[in-house]
């Protein structure tokens, strides 16, 4: 009997253990099948997304602002046509106004032509509250510039407050800069960043001034032959000063790099600091030698033979800064540097006026001014060796004699390692040669007057460019 209850005890325990593996495998079994249907089981179109990052993730205060309270304020009639060249004019509340004389000398510097291919944008970046601030502003823009509103050629718009929901007041001091100096740059950046985006919405090229500057004569059209000068070669940035922001200029499918990258450093650099950085993280090696670094940035940088804008603010819109840079070369017809020309010997017929000499002229950062010339007058320029020329420009009608424009009756010509004579081109009827040509070979150039000019006049912003080697 005992061992009868001994095997029962023994084939039941069996049982239980045949059971339990069974109940084991088969709970293995759904939870293996429920793995596969989980994996197999495609996750929502919501999970799936990427999130790309947005510009405005920079500013994380207007992550809950509205799209359209981010919007400009339209104080005049936005234009429909896009313009070639839109010349973007930042304001800022000062204790002294410079605009209304800003915009004044900028009008001067253009041509009736000109109406059909720029606009200037002035932006009230007032961040106040009181909207009287800037109707007040724009009702006396408008009053001075009539016309130039009408045709389209002057748009004002305000910064919304809503923008200035990005904190400028409490960025934490860099550079060592006072908490007066970090408000004023920090905003400055904001600024610039969205007076570029909402001006390259309207031409191809984006110049930017301040709201207190002198413009020279006719900077306009020295403006448009660099740009037509430089039409089919790379370059990121084209200068028209050295003062601080003053005349950038820009193509505009670059402009939103720079914007970007303002944005990424508004907190920490001022913004003419930011674009340094920018380039030199653009073109330069890590740890390339200065000179170098600077030879690599000068292939994407142009700077004109002299500047076109002279900053005229003495006080600023920093409160209780006074201002005192100037541009010590502006309308002298001369500037720091050289030319980069290929070497050639220069000679002229004519009297020089001062320093402004033909060699000096095609060399150094100075213009060639001559007191005159007779029919027959030359300036000859010599080369050593010959090369394959690709580009020239002459400009006309500059300082130091802004009112001495050749024309037509002024002559290039170009002689060949034969020294036979071709004739390139003439002056245009606006005083400028511009001329873009591969596959000739030249040993010199002659500029030469068909006709008599009985005034001062001079050629400045020379270039001669050779073929690469």
């Known amino acids: 009997m005992a061992k009868l209850r001994s095997?029962?005890?023994?084939?039941?325990?069996?049982?239980?253990?045949?059971?339990?593996?069974?109940?084991?495998f088969s709970s293995l079994h759904h939870s293996g099948d429920l793995e596969e249907?989980?994996?197999?089981?495609?996750?929502?179109?919501?999970?799936?997304?990427?999130v790309w990052p947005s510009f405005l993730d920079n500013f994380p205060e207007l992550l809950n602002v509205s799209p359209d309270d981010i919007q400009p304020l339209l104080l005049t009639t936005r234009g429909r046509v896009p313009k070639q060249i839109v010349i973007a004019i930042p304001v800022a509340q000062r204790k002294k106004d410079y605009l209304l004389a800003t915009l004044e000398s900028l009008f001067n510097g253009t041509r009736v032509g000109d109406r059909n291919d720029v606009v200037f944008?002035?932006?009230?970046?007032?961040?106040?509250?009181?909207?009287?601030?800037?109707?007040?502003?724009?009702?006396?823009?408008?009053?001075?510039?009539?016309e130039e509103i009408a045709v389209g050629m002057l748009e004002v718009i305000a910064v919304p407050v809503a923008w200035?929901?990005?904190?400028?007041?409490?960025?934490?001091?860099?550079?060592?800069?006072s908490s007066s100096r970090m408000y004023w740059r920090t905003k400055q950046n904001i600024d610039y960043i969205y007076l570029m985006t909402y001006g390259c919405q309207r031409a191809n090229f984006y110049l930017q001034v301040e709201d207190d500057i002198e413009a020279a004569p006719e900077y306009l059209r020295v403006i448009k032959n660099y740009i037509k000068f430089n039409d089919k070669k790379p370059w990121f940035l084209m200068e028209?000063?050295?003062?601080?922001?003053?005349?950038?200029?820009?193509?505009?499918?670059?402009v939103k790099a720079v914007t970007s990258t303002i944005a990424l450093y508004y907190r920490f650099k001022p913004v003419d600091w930011i674009l340094d950085d920018m380039l030199r993280s653009r073109y330069c090696a890590l740890g390339e030698p200065h000179e170098k670094c600077l030879a690599a940035i000068a292939k994407w940088r142009i700077r004109?033979?002299?500047?076109?804008?002279?900053?005229?603010?003495?006080v600023s819109s920093l409160d209780g800064k006074i201002q005192l840079l100037h541009e010590s070369a502006f309308g002298k017809g001369r500037s720091k540097g050289h030319r980069g020309n290929p070497p050639a010997m220069v000679s002229t017929s004519m009297t020089a006026f001062e320093i402004h000499s033909a060699q000096q002229g095609y060399s150094e950062n100075v213009a060639m001014c001559f007191l005159s010339a007779m029919k027959g007058d030359f300036v000859y320029i010599q080369f050593n060796p010959p090369f394959n020329l690709t580009g020239l420009m002459?400009?006309?009608?500059?300082?130091?004699?802004?009112?001495?424009?050749?024309?037509?009756e002024t002559v290039v010509f170009g002689y060949d390692i034969q020294n036979r004579k071709i004739r390139l081109g003439s002056f245009s009827e606006e005083g400028d040669f511009v001329l873009q040509r591969n596959g000739v070979v030249l040993r010199s150039l002659r500029i030469f007057f068909t006709k008599a000019?009985?005034?001062?006049?001079?050629i400045d912003h020379i270039f001669v460019e050779k073929a690469s080697s």
């Open 453 to 458: 000019i009985r005034r001062r006049f001079a």
């Open 164 to 177: 200035y929901q990005i904190d400028v007041a409490n960025v934490p001091p860099t550079l060592n800069d």
């Open 7 to 24: 095997f029962f005890i023994l084939t039941m325990l069996d049982v239980g253990v045949f059971l339990i593996n069974v109940v084991t």
């Open 37 to 50: 249907d989980r994996l197999q089981k495609k996750p929502s179109t919501e999970a799936r997304r990427l």
């Open 304 to 314: 004109s033979s002299s500047p076109q804008f002279q900053h005229i603010g003495n």
């Open 240 to 254: 028209f000063s050295e003062l601080g922001f003053i005349g950038k200029l820009f193509r505009c499918v670059d």
């Open 394 to 408: 002459f400009l006309s009608g500059v300082a130091p004699a802004p009112n001495g424009k050749l024309g037509p």
């Open 121 to 146: 944008i002035v932006m009230l970046a007032y961040n106040d509250e009181r909207i009287n601030s800037v109707l007040d502003k724009s009702a006396e823009i408008m009053s001075r510039f009539p």
